[in-house]
Nanobody, 117 residues
Framework: QVQLVESGGGLVQAGGSLRLSCAAS????????MGWYRQAPGKTREMVAT???????VYADSVKGRFTISRDNAKNMVYLQLNSLKPEDTAVYYC???????????WGQGTQVTVSS
């Protein structure tokens, strides 16, 4: 049973930083590309960053140079370091294996990030 538990969100001022964590279980984590996605109020969910099992990363243009995705395969953990936060980064952030993005059944609760101006 796939389980994804996100944590680390909070309220931060513009320019601040947060580190999000995702604990994954119920699937072969080591071979899966993992992604962080976000959904702001009234907007569709969007990809923020992905990382392959070998550490190759892809970022949305809006977060390049500010966010860093990483993973610890030994601990089945994925992280997202958020720096230089902007009010437009306010959203609920989710992690999920990239292969499950188009399924409604595996999304976790997410973690809320709120950036005040």
């Amino acid at each position: 049973q796939v389980q994804l538990v996100e944590s680390g969100g909070g309220l931060v001022q513009a320019g601040g930083s947060l580190r999000l964590s995702c604990a994954a279980s119920g699937f072969d984590f080591n071979i899966k590309t993992m992604g962080w996605y976000r959904q702001a109020p009234g907007k569709t969910r969007e990809m923020v960053a992905t990382i392959t099992s070998g550490g190759i990363t892809v970022y949305a243009d809006s977060v390049k140079g500010r966010f860093t995705i990483s993973r610890d395969n030994a601990k089945n953990m994925v992280y997202l370091q958020l720096n230089s936060l902007k009010p437009e980064d306010t959203a609920v952030y989710y992690c999920i294996p990239a292969i499950l993005v188009h399924s409604d059944n595996y999304w976790g609760q997410g973690t809320q990030v709120t950036v005040s101006s």
